[in-house]
């Protein structure tokens, strides 16, 4: 599902980074999760898609840049 969000806001090229295989199942809390681990390398002006999905493909979004 992550990588089929990815590809779909994207293009096939669009890497996702996840929390899943580490920390299981977060729910919500995983997108969140994820930034904090990984915001170090974006770049000043860097747009990103924060997204979680749960339970009968409910879904929430918010489209980010790094000031």
Not at 19 to 47: C, E, I, M, Q
């Amino acid at each position: 599902m992550n990588e089929a969000m990815a590809n779909s806001i994207c293009g096939p090229s669009a890497s996702a980074r996840t929390v899943l295989a580490d920390y299981g199942n977060t729910a919500a809390a995983g997108s969140l999760l994820a930034l904090h681990l990984n915001h170090r390398d974006l770049s000043s002006g860097a747009v990103g898609v924060l997204a979680a999905f749960g339970a009968g493909y409910t879904m929430g979004a918010q489209v980010l840049r790094r000031i």
